[in-house]
């Protein structure tokens, strides 16, 4: 299976107050990507708009519990309440979403293939073996050279 994932973006604030007026003017309707943009003090998403990108669900969990649950349990569209975690303020507006999905026949096919392979490839193996024993006088030997059979 392939991980679910989010589409997340993410402003992160040194202060409560100042996250309380970012979440005010969300809510008035204010441009998320702008607010980032102006006032998030983590740069490289700043830069982008506090664009994150899609993030699988296993990378999330990387984020703190509280903002994990946010970005896990929000829908789309919707943006989180403020979050303290390691010394800052964090909000987080879920763009998109995407669940876990089985993955491409094509991603898979080399695996399956060895195994069908392996098995198949045993099975003659074995049918040689019982072959052999049945029509020679075939010892098998353990390691320290004594007959098993």
């Given amino acids: 299976m392939l991980p679910g994932k989010v ?5 992160s604030v040194k202060t409560s107050a100042e996250a309380q007026r970012i979440q005010a003017e969300v809510k ?7 607010l980032a943009r102006r006032h998030s003090i983590h740069s490289s998403a700043a830069e982008k708009g506090g664009d994150l990108g899609w993030v699988s669900d296993k990378m999330i969990r990387r984020l703190g519990r509280d903002i994990s649950t946010a970005a896990k ?18 909000i987080v507006k879920v763009l998109a979403r995407e669940p876990p999905s089985p993955r491409p026949i094509e991603d898979v096919a080399f695996t399956i293939r060895s195994r069908l392979l392996r098995k198949k490839h045993g099975k003659i193996m074995k049918a040689v073996i019982e072959d052999l024993e049945a029509t020679l006088p075939v ?11």
């Fill in 73 to 90: 349990e929000l829908p789309p569209g919707s943006v989180s309440r403020t979050v303290k975690y390691r010394g800052a303020y964090h």
């Fill in 139 to 149: 010892r098998i030997l353990d390691e320290a050279g004594d007959a098993g059979k």
């Fill in 7 to 11: 589409h997340l973006l993410h402003i």
């Fill in 28 to 34: 008035k309707g204010a441009d998320f990507s702008k």
